[in-house]
């Protein structure tokens, strides 16, 4: 059986960091391409950054550029989002997605896997 699962959230005061991370397991995604997603409550779910399967090429959302970096361990099956100066407008469920072309998700927001989501709710 094919799992993303995401870990690392909780809840932080505005200015602080988090770590997320994405662990995959049932087989191998080191040629796919991975990102992360984020929807709060009310709203859409929105891109938050990819990277293609090498991790050498990433795509950040325009507003979250210099705040948010991601990283991937092909060795380790694992997706890892860095998220610094966090900001209250970042409360959401984060989710981690795969897919076989980076396109699908910095264009199309289309997963082959999805995890069920880690909840960030950042305090002011």
């Known amino acids: 059986q094919v799992r993303l699962v995401e870990s690392g959230g909780g809840l932080v005061q505005a200015g602080g960091s988090l770590r997320l991370s994405c662990a995959a397991s049932?087989?191998?995604?080191?040629?796919?391409?991975m990102g992360w997603f984020r929807q709060a409550p009310g709203k859409e779910r929105e891109f938050v950054a990819a990277?293609?399967?090498?991790?050498?090429?990433?795509h950040y959302a325009d507003s979250l550029k210099g705040r948010f970096t991601i990283s991937r361990d092909i060795a380790k099956n694992t997706l890892s989002l860095q998220m610094n100066s966090l900001k209250p407008e970042d409360t959401a469920v984060y989710y981690c997605?795969?897919?076989?072309?980076?396109?699908?998700?910095?264009?199309?927001?289309?997963?082959?896997?999805w995890g069920q989501g880690t909840q960030v709710t950042v305090s002011s």
């Open positions: 049932g087989r191998t995604f080191s040629t796919y391409a």
């Open positions: 997605a795969a897919s076989p072309q980076l396109r699908s998700i910095v264009v199309l927001a289309r997963g082959e896997y």
């Open positions: 990277i293609n399967w090498n991790g050498v090429t990433t």
